[in-house]
């Protein structure tokens, strides 16, 4: 069995690449059974290797199409802030008004590790938005709230505290009316209001887009953590038939 | 078990960034903005009067501090350091590099694509490069 790989630029702007590979199998010649099951071993042996090589090239692949995404959200994020500071003037969209009392982060990364006990042990980033300081409430669901619009095996989710169910238990306990939708805008405005009470919508527009940023960014984090355990065992598996 | 690196897991962390002015006003419109008891914020604005040493000495800082698990930096600010960008080999915190305003993606400078390219043909890396 023989691996012929090789990469196509599909654009030599953004310089994505197309794998493709193919494989060309011997015919084998009916043989004894303790033959057989020796040969039957090494034909798993190779399935194996040649999933984990597939298994990397779809990870790059997919960080190549991320990366695409990440720009072009950026870009839009850029122009709407660019069309803020046009609407509100420069003095009033600048890192001079940026909030150094101290304060925690609203927005985190809740980071697990997947295959502890393996040689090639990947990391999963979980991105947790708008969570509340004043909440100490720990919510285990999970829901996969956004869409999958890319090409990705990625396995991340976003925590969002939306959740109904959740939004009942919080305004039971603390008595408040408040949903968590509008704990998050909550949030979201008081973010904001270091540029001052009233914004102009396209700030909001550009709160968005980085907030899609934020969420494709750690889809990329996840693609490089898996980009990189692959290729350790490609290599290794590498330097295993070389020697 | 000696041999394998402390895997870091956090329920909590950070995001740093190391980038131009309207990248990190950006993400601190998105809530990343993080102040410490120290007054130490986890993001270093980059401009025309910053120097490559204060961008060195954020990045190691960034990626040496425990509460952080992805370092957002611009690519053009990575290749200012590059030696120390490629030289990186942590798994935590993950050095993500983002395009910027004036300066689209390469990723022929990508660090993580730069790891793994050597397993690609030779003609194909300099045919990505037309």
Known sequence: MLFDICFMPISSQNSVYCTMFSLMEKQEDPEPSTVENGSEKQEEEKQVKEETLLHFLD??????TLIDSISSTLRQGWLELASARHDMGAS?????LLDLKVHSAST???VSQQDADSMFAQ?????R???SSDDGESFSAEEKSRENKLPTESDSQLRHRNSSHYSEKTSERNGSPLTLDDQVQKQRSKSLSVFGVLVSPRLRAAQISFETALEILVEIANMRSTMLATFDQVHEELEGTQR | MANRPQIRTSDSALIAMIADEDTVVGFLLAGVGNVDLRRKTNYLIVDAKTT???IEDAFKEFSSREDIA???ISQYVANMIRFLVDSYNKPIPAILEIPSKDHPYDPAHDSVLSRVKHLFSAESVASGRR
């Open chain 1, 59 to 64: 990870s790059t692949d997919s960080y190549l």
């Open chain 1, 92 to 96: 009033r969209v600048n890192t001079a």
């Open chain 1, 108 to 110: 985190s990364v809740q």
């Open chain 1, 123 to 127: 990391h999963r980033f979980l991105l």
């Open chain 1, 129 to 131: 938005k708008w969570a």
């Open chain 2, 52 to 54: 490559v040493k204060q």
């Open chain 2, 70 to 72: 992805i370092v957002l």
